[in-house]
């Protein structure tokens, strides 16, 4: 499998390349040739990164290109992780930020469309990560909608660890948390649908803890802020459990989720009156390389509101983009 990584020579990329060539992520028999691109000037780091995973000596990991040019990075790729993007300055408005990544992701999208496979698979990153995706998706016809997805697996597994953590239950005894809409301070973690495993069999979340303002409120802001949170303490940006996030999101969506419900970011079919084309992330299952979307969940008054919230944000950023794209 040819995998690119966009930005590798930075924070989230050196703590992902391990997961990736050491089978995590596509499974532990798929042989990997990576393809590292960053920007020039980050040549230098990304031949010690090189360097770095040649000494690790990865049965997996057959090759590695490391380029700046995004022309040989996408060349036949079968997956593309999208850590790269323009990084937001201070005293920088969101619409420049929107600005400046979609020159980025509009020129990408495009060699993507010329010279990737064309089934690849995407995950954007880099932020503002859904309507980065929703860019390049536009700029590469030639590539299916579904395999422009982002990330916010990340906020999926810090809501499934909050539950877990308030329950003194391990994270995986925590199912069914959905993230809906954005990667952004707007998303909504939603565990109204969730259930725990207990002694007593699985119960559902709320009514295990039944504290709907707990739910309503502290548990809703410490996901939503939870990044803000990692840099306050680590004065960087997260990016251990990013690169977990990333590899968890690639393997459910390329070996299968099991039966289990995730959080992807994903291009909305209309499902939950979400407006059709948005890159906005839902509760899905995966199997056999595809996502599908779960239906039917039951979304009351305040996840509504919750979920409009964000979605009129997200149709917000993609007018802008689209203006920028369109100028
Ligand atoms: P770093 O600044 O450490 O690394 C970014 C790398 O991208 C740098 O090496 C830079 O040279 C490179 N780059 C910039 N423009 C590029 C371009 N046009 N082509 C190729 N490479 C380019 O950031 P890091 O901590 O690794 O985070 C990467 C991105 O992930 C950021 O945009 C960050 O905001 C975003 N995040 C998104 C998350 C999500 O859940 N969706 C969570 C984690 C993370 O904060």
Redesign the pocket.
């Known amino acids: 499998m040819r995998v690119c990584v ?2 590798a ?5 050196y703590a992902l390349l391990p997961h990736i060539c050491s089978g995590r992520t596509f499974g532990p028999s798929t042989k990997i040739i990576l393809h590292l ?3 020039p000037r ?1 040549q230098q780091a990304l031949m010690g990164v090189k360097m770095e995973l040649e000494d690790c000596g990865f049965d997996l990991l057959e090759e590695v290109v490391v380029t700046s040019d ?1 022309n040989v990075a996408f060349t036949g790729i079968d997956a593309c992780i999208m ?5 937001r300055g201070p005293g920088m408005e969101r619409k420049d930020l929107l600005a400046k990544n979609c020159n ?1 992701f509009k020129e990408q999208g495009r060699l993507l469309n010329e010279v990737a496979s064309k089934n690849v698979k995407v995950v954007v ?3 503002p ?1 859904n309507t980065n995706a929703l860019v390049a998706q536009q700029c590469a016809p030639s590539i299916p909608k579904e395999n422009f997805t ?3 697996r ?2 999926h597994n810090r809501a499934q660890s909050q539950i877990a953590m308030r329950l003194k239950v391990p994270s995986s005894a925590v199912e069914n948390c959905t993230i809906w809409g954005n ?1 952004s301070s707007t998303q909504y973690p939603d565990v109204s649908n969730s259930v725990v495993a207990t002694a007593q069999g699985k119960q559902k979340v709320g009514d295990v803890i039944q504290n709907p303002g707990y739910l309503h409120g502290e548990f809703i802001k410490v996901v939503q802020q939870r ?1 803000a949170a990692i840099i306050n303490a680590r004065k960087l ?3 251990m459990s ?1 690169a977990k ?1 990333i590899s968890d999101h690639m393997h459910d969506w390329v070996v299968g989720s099991n039966g289990k419900t995730v959080s992807m970011a994903v291009p909305s079919d209309g499902s939950y009156g979400i407006e059709k084309g948005l890159i906005y992330s839902f509760p899905v299952v995966c199997s056999a390389g595809k996502y599908t979307i779960v239906q039917n969940l039951k979304v009351d008054q305040f996840s509504r509101k919750m979920m409009d919230e964000t979605m009129n944000e997200l149709k917000q950023e993609r007018d802008t983009a689209l203006a920028f794209l369109n100028k």
């Open positions: 966009t930005g020579a930075g924070q989230i990329g691109l960053d920007i980050a995004a850590l790269g993007a323009f990084p980025i990153v880099g932020n990560a982002a990330l916010t990340l906020d990667h990044g940006s997260s990016a990013a996030a």
